[in-house]
């Protein structure tokens, strides 16, 4: 059963990894499950085994990434405490938040640029948003008026993680893990012109 079990695991690893190579390569239209089949190393019969059809493949597949991700941002972000959701807790959170995605950079960013009709990008914002509000709202008895503001920070942390986490993966050889938490980290403290502008003088080319 064990052998059997791994088989499994192993030929659906193959198929995640055709269907990711497929998107990488082209529009999601233009895959067949031929394509797919052949990347895999596997015959339709397989294949059909596990899907209906690429369709059935790719929302499985995104529902399994998205849910994963929602998971990792709930351990980073939704057991925060309300009393220091603007400090330290998170900039730990954070911390502990960029190893996960890490892992998954070649992924996420294959998911990000593919011809979908979803967009995973804001998909993945959106989570963050969602998890970062519930911990506001687990306050007793919230007033409407800080559950406004309270979604405008949430929209704008959210936005902001977002936006650093894909600028990273883009100087990815350049740009270390430490340097983009104490991007976030005096972004929080000091706010966005102030750190760019620090950045900036920080990287002048010496005379």
Same mark, same amino acid.
């Given at each position: 059963?064990?052998?059997?079990?791994?088989?499994?695991?192993?030929?659906?690893?193959?198929?995640?990894?055709?269907?990711?190579?497929?998107?990488?390569?082209?529009?999601?239209?233009?895959?067949?499950?031929?394509?797919?089949?052949?990347?895999?190393?596997?015959?339709? #019969?397989?294949?059909? /085994?596990? +899907?209906? *059809?690429? =369709?059935?493949? @790719?929302?499985?597949?995104?529902?399994?990434? !998205?849910?994963?991700?929602?998971?990792?941002?709930?351990?980073?972000?939704?057991?925060?405490?309300?009393?220091?959701?603007?400090?330290?807790?998170?900039?730990?959170?954070?911390?502990?938040?960029?190893?996960?995605?890490?892992?998954?950079?070649?992924?996420?960013?294959?998911?990000?640029?593919?011809?979908?009709?979803?967009?995973?990008?804001?998909?993945?914002?959106?989570?963050?948003?969602?998890?970062?509000?519930?911990?506001?709202?687990?306050?007793?008895?919230? #007033?409407?008026?800080? /559950?406004? +503001?309270? *979604?405008? =920070?949430?929209? @704008?942390?959210?936005?902001?993680?977002?936006? !650093?986490?894909?600028?990273?993966?883009?100087?990815?050889?350049?740009?270390?893990?430490?340097?983009?938490?104490?991007?976030?980290?005096?972004?929080?403290?000091?706010?966005?012109?102030?750190?760019?502008?620090?950045?900036?003088?920080?990287?002048?080319?010496?005379?």
């Amino acid at each position: 059963m064990e052998k059997t079990d791994l088989k499994i695991v192993k030929t659906l690893h193959q198929i995640d990894r055709a269907l990711l190579d497929g998107l990488k390569a082209c529009p999601f239209q233009k895959i067949t499950v031929d394509m797919l089949c052949k990347s895999a190393m596997i015959n339709r #019969s397989t294949f059909y /085994k596990y +899907y209906l *059809d690429k =369709y059935d493949l @790719l929302d499985k597949y995104l529902s399994r990434i !998205l849910d994963e991700f929602q998971e990792n941002m709930n351990a980073a972000f939704i057991n925060a405490d309300p009393s220091h959701i603007h400090d330290l807790y998170y900039i730990k959170n954070f911390e502990a938040a960029l190893k996960y995605i890490a892992k998954y950079r070649e992924t996420y960013q294959i998911l990000w640029n593919a011809s979908i009709d979803r967009k995973i990008y804001n998909e993945m914002t959106q989570i963050v948003h969602d998890n970062i509000l519930s911990a506001f709202e687990r306050q007793p008895q919230p #007033s409407s008026q800080k /559950k406004k +503001y309270a *979604d405008l =920070y949430a929209f @704008l942390f959210a936005s902001n993680m977002m936006s !650093l986490i894909q600028w990273w993966f883009e100087y990815y050889d350049t740009v270390t893990m430490k340097e983009v938490k104490e991007i976030m980290t005096d972004n929080m403290h000091h706010g966005l012109f102030k750190t760019f502008k620090t950045l900036m003088e920080k990287n002048q080319p010496d005379c």
